[in-house]
């Protein structure tokens, strides 16, 4: 059992280049969620989707897309990438909104130049 | 949300309990405690939540203050495995929505 998977692990972008983050989950979860995690600071909620075709924005959407066609993968994209987003990704999945506890991945770690 | 406020650093000796505090004095009643802990800079990792019952389960212990103003996360037993960020987190029962703050830095010492 896989459970949330992330890819890359690793990722050097210059500013205005773009790129996707790859979320995939194997347990069937209704909800998933990207979150970004600076040095110092705990997770803060970027995008999340309550199921397939559904999205809403976080605490700190801008800059980034996200798109649910599938219940498994919830990718996450920046169209323009800036120095302010260098950061850790973490992806995380539960059974549906407020249900259960969130599992997460193992992280993206981007560096903008 | 309800905030929650925790010790910036704690130190335990493996083997010996460790005790976690945690305050959420503005805690609401649909709001459940959460506990999530983060090994270096994996992904973090559920360990147990609870409404206003302690609660136990293979990994640890809660326990819920009756005014649930406050808890504490119980490891029984330590071991070096067990150094990690332990975040304490209030959450509505129908939002996934985690604000995890700073957490308490947890070492675990031989």
């Known amino acids: 059992n896989a459970g949330v998977t992330q890819t890359p692990k690793f990722q050097v972008l210059k500013t205005g280049q773009s790129m996707t983050l790859q979320c995939a989950q194997d347990?069937?979860?209704?909800?998933m969620s990207w979150y970004r995690q600076d040095p110092g600071m705990g997770l803060r909620l970027i995008h999340y989707?309550?199921?397939?075709?559904?999205?809403d924005q976080g605490e700190v959407p801008n800059g980034y897309n996200v798109s649910r066609s599938t219940t498994e993968d919830f990718p996450l994209r920046l169209l323009s990438a800036a120095p302010s987003q260098t950061s850790v990704y973490f992806c995380?999945?539960?059974?549906?909104?407020?249900?259960?506890?969130?599992?997460f991945g193992n992280g993206t770690r981007l560096t903008v130049t | 949300d309800a905030k929650t406020t925790q010790p910036t650093s704690m130190d335990c000796a493996e083997g010996r309990a460790a005790n976690l505090p945690c305050n959420h004095s503005?805690?609401?009643?649909?709001?459940?405690v959460y506990w999530y802990r983060q090994i270096h800079s994996q992904g973090p990792q559920y360990i147990i939540h609870?409404?206003?019952n302690n609660e136990t389960n293979e990994m640890a212990s809660l326990i819920i203050t009756e005014d649930r103003k406050s808890s504490t996360l119980i490891l029984p037993h330590a071991t070096l495995r067990d150094t990690a960020v332990y975040y304490c987190?209030?959450?509505?029962?129908?939002?996934?929505?985690?604000?995890f703050g700073t957490g308490t830095r947890l070492q675990v010492f031989p």
């Open positions: 609870g409404l206003k």
């Open positions: 987190i209030v959450r509505a029962y129908n939002t996934d929505k985690l604000i």
């Open positions: 995380a999945s539960s059974y549906g909104q407020g249900v259960g506890p969130l599992h």
């Open positions: 347990m069937n979860h209704e909800y």
């Open positions: 989707s309550v199921g397939a075709g559904i999205t």
């Open positions: 503005t805690i609401s009643g649909n709001e459940y």
